[in-house]
T-cell receptor, first 114, second 113 residues
């Protein structure tokens, strides 16, 4: 069975600092996507960044970047220059090319302090 | 481009009443998903459709829940009769293809009193 684990229920960071959120996953598949979704207090699920497993280069979206370690099945999210608006719940998620179901981790609540 | 559109955004209803949640997926997306989010259970996949056909409804909690997709641009999730434990945020989401990025609507907050 495929699983996604986020071991940090809560994290905090000061504004303008950098924070890294951890995610590990388990799968026997070779072709898949990994995602980070952000859920602010409004509860909307916003796609932050995605990584295709066949790509060795780590995905980057402005202040957001990932460290994708396929052999270790690790997919961490780095937020640089943290902003107050980054305060949210962050979900790591996995989907295999062979399935239709997105599997979520339990989430990490990030608080950015002024 | 318009994203996934859900309605209503918020609904408060009395126990026993029928609730209908609506969703318009992104145009051209063949997959539509209904998720439920609660504090206790996190994000749960209730049901999903491919080309308007229900593929997996194993996540639907019980017979009180039903979902339909009469055409490619519209789906409903119905709860009848509603119970307080159905209170949750219900998300509709869609994707272009299997194993591809899933885009979420803004969610429907349901409170059953």
């Amino acid at each position: 069975a495929q699983t996604v684990t986020q071991s940090q229920p809560e994290m905090s960071v000061q504004e303008a600092e950098t924070v890294t959120l951890s995610c590990t996953y388990d799968t026997s598949e070779n072709n898949y996507y990994l995602f980070w979704y952000k859920q602010p207090p409004s509860r909307q699920m916003i796609l932050v960044i995605r990584q295709e497993a066949y790509k060795q280069q780590n995905a980057t979206e402005n202040r957001f970047s990932v460290n994708f370690q396929k052999a270790a099945k690790s997919f961490s999210l780095k937020i640089s220059d943290s902003q107050l608006g980054d305060t949210a719940m962050y979900f790591c998620a996995f989907i295999s090319y062979n399935t239709d179901k997105l599997i979520f981790g339990t989430g990490t609540r990030l608080q950015v302090f002024p | 481009d318009a994203g996934v559109i859900q309605s209503p955004r918020h609904e408060v209803t009395e126990m026993g009443q029928e609730v209908t949640l609506r969703c318009k997926p992104i145009s051209g997306h063949d997959y539509l998903f209904w998720y439920r989010q609660t504090m206790m259970r996190g994000l749960e996949l209730l049901i999903y459709f491919n080309n308007n056909v229900p593929i997996d409804d194993s996540g639907m909690p019980e017979d009180r829940f039903s979902a339909k997709m009469p055409n490619a641009s519209f789906s409903t999730l119905k709860i009848q009769p509603s119970e307080p434990r159905d209170s949750a945020v219900y998300f509709c989401a869609s994707s272009y293809d299997a194993g591809n990025t899933i885009y979420f609507g803004e969610g429907s907050w349901l409170t059953v009193v």
